[in-house]
């Protein structure tokens, strides 16, 4: 599992509140900023980083099996989240947060612990002031494609996140 020199755990609000989305995104990627505490258990990081586009990788584990012995479909749905969410993220400005609030998976090929490391990178494809909208496309260490989807976010200040952050 990959870790970062600041650990896991939450960007402090008002530190969050005072960076982009591709600023933060980039700080926990390069260990300036802690990951999320949900990273420590999904064996996937971020990888690469630019305003609307961000690919995560991932390495699957048979921790990670379901009872077929093969990769569960939410560890590969998790990996599209990550990328498509965090692509909307990396076009927000300074003040903004983003919540998903649909999505759908289309699993095309099965996945298990030997598969390599599977990368998986999610698009903005529209960034409206409330809505936005992104793709992701996931492929294997030999390069096929093994999963795509859809998601919509929904865009507010940050100061309408959760009270406990």
Known sequence: MKTTNAGFGLVPP?????????????GVRDGMLPAPPFAECTNMWLSTIE????????EPTQGFYNPMGIIH????????????GSAVHS??????AF????????????VRANSGTISCTGKVLRLGQRVASAEGKMYDAKGELIAHGMETCLIFPIDQAAPSR
């Open 91 to 96: 076009a927000l400005q300074p003040g903004q």
């Open 99 to 110: 919540a998903t609030i649909d999505m759908s998976a289309t699993f095309l090929k099965s």
């Open 51 to 58: 305003v609307g586009e961000v690919t995560f990788v991932g």
């Open 73 to 84: 479909g939410g560890w590969l749905a998790t990996l599209l989240d990550s990328a498509m």
């Open 14 to 26: 008002h530190v969050a509140a005072s960076m982009s989305g591709v600023d933060l995104l980039r």
